[in-house]
């Protein structure tokens, strides 16, 4: 296979029509991976902030799509733009501040200024030696489409993207029943804290669809230390109210419905080991009489886990966690990280969301370490002769999946891999769309 040429053979080798096999080449191909950074990351919705992070005028982030450097801003008229971070002169980084405010970025290598919508402002002796520039020409290079939704900022380079709501699909009902629970929605509280993976940036992302079928093995050992998680783990894999949900867009959670009539304290979107801090049970008993107002009984009682939407954006509400993977090279990822939380949450509740992420998936928290270890050994395993050719399953669950009445979706046991194959089928669909197909 040529660099960058693929044909839809190669794209049936890689998955299967169905998603139940999926080749170890994907996970370790140079080649593919030079296709995957057109054919998905430039093709597709990505994630690159919240609107919390640059509420004022002049305020900017950096960030990534893919492993394109961008700057986020906030113009003057508050609209948002995504800047591709290279200067149109020598193409160095103009940005090297994670975050920051100003009225222009300026490239610290000729002194070529920017204006926060990208425009190419001021050229240094432009004037002096009466040079005709046609700065018209050379602004930075703008994200073709930025929207928002609920306050998470998307972007794509692609002019020719459909509309982020019909690329979220099913996805906005959950995403609303995670992130719109009160007024004015969930901000950043800190972050991103930011680590290397060894691993492709495919693995932790499909593992965050909902892979319930590792933790018993993966976790043991927090298993053991909280006994009150087996429990949940235990009723997750055997009550018909628990769900996993695949999408046809790509994106993928497991979820629980609760029943009603418990004990009220159970529906509060908090882990019940911290309801015991009095001030963040009250502060949570507090505020889910608007969340049941805004979402309505059934959505109010649904316990959110963990989600991806594809490619590379994973949600994990009982960690208050919002988590980017992004690629670093085949065999090589980037984690970040943000804390989410509310405005007005007094000083001991945002330390608990804190505590909440840290605890469990911070770079060295309960779960996060097996993850890490589990994602490099599949890197390792896949990196020999026989691991690019090897046939991997994912058909567990396959013809079981059913339609909800009151849930968007295809629903599936938690032990399913549906969620694995919606995001795959979608890899396939974004290949199969590079080749021609």
């Not at 492709?200 to 933790?215: A, Q, R």
């Not at 989600?307 to 090589?332: E, M, V, Y």
């Not at 968007?408 to 979608?426: D, I, M, V």
Request: contains cysteine; proline residues 5%.
């Amino acid at each position: 296979m040529e660099r960058g040429s693929i044909s839809m053979s190669d794209v049936d080798s890689w998955v299967s029509s169905d998603g139940t096999r999926i080749s170890g080449e994907i996970y370790s191909s140079r080649e593919v991976y030079e296709v995957e950074r057109e054919a998905v990351f430039m093709k597709c919705w990505q994630f690159v902030g919240v609107e919390s992070e640059i509420p004022n005028s002049g305020d900017f982030v950096r960030s990534r799509i893919g492993e394109q450097e961008v700057i986020v801003t906030r113009h003057t008229d508050h609209q948002i733009y995504v800047l591709a971070n290279i200067c149109r002169h020598r193409g160095a980084t103009v940005c090297r501040a994670d975050r920051g405010n100003t009225d222009r970025l300026v490239c610290t290598y000729h002194g070529w200024a920017f204006g926060l919508d990208g425009e190419l402002k001021g050229i240094p002796v432009e004037k002096t030696l009466d040079w005709k520039i046609d700065k018209t020409k050379l602004g930075l290079v703008r994200a073709e489409k930025v929207e928002t939704f609920l306050g998470l900022i998307f972007a794509t380079f692609d002019p020719e993207a459909e509309p982020l709501g019909d690329f979220l699909g099913d996805a906005r009902f959950y995403l609303e029943t995670m992130l719109d629970r009160r007024e004015g929605g969930m901000v950043i509280l800190g972050g991103p804290q930011k680590w290397e993976l060894e691993s492709n940036w495919k693995i932790p992302s499909e593992n965050m669809t909902g892979d319930f079928y590792h933790v018993a093995a993966s976790h043991a050992s927090v298993v053991k230390l909280y006994p009150g998680l087996a429990d949940s783990i235990k009723m997750m894999m055997s009550d018909e109210n628990a769900h996993f949900v695949a999408m046809p867009q790509g994106h993928a959670l497991n979820t629980f419905l609760l029943p009603e009539n418990l004990p009220p304290d159970f529906y509060l979107p908090v882990e019940p080991r911290w309801l015991d801090q009095p001030e963040v049970g009250d502060y949570y008993r507090k505020i889910q009489p608007e969340a049941v107002q805004r979402l309505g009984d059934l959505r109010s009682r649904l316990r959110m886990n963990t989600c991806t939407i594809f490619p590379n954006l994973s949600i994990l509400p009982g960690a208050s966690c919002l988590r980017l993977t992004l690629p670093k090279g085949r065999d090589r990822a980037e984690a970040w990280c943000w804390v989410l939380g509310y405005e007005d949450m007094p000083e001991g509740v945002r330390q608990n969301a804190f505590n909440a992420y840290l605890d469990v998936f911070g770079s060295d928290g309960l779960l996060e370490p097996d993850d890490a270890e589990n994602w490099a050994n599949v890197v390792a395993g896949l990196s020999g002769p026989v691991g690019s050719r090897v046939e991997l399953f994912a058909g567990l669950g396959l013809g079981t999946e059913k339609t909800d009445p009151d849930l968007p979706g295809l629903h599936a046991h938690p032990l399913s891999e549906a969620g694995h194959r919606a995001f795959y089928l979608r890899w396939r669909r974004q290949l199969a769309a590079a080749a021609g197909g």
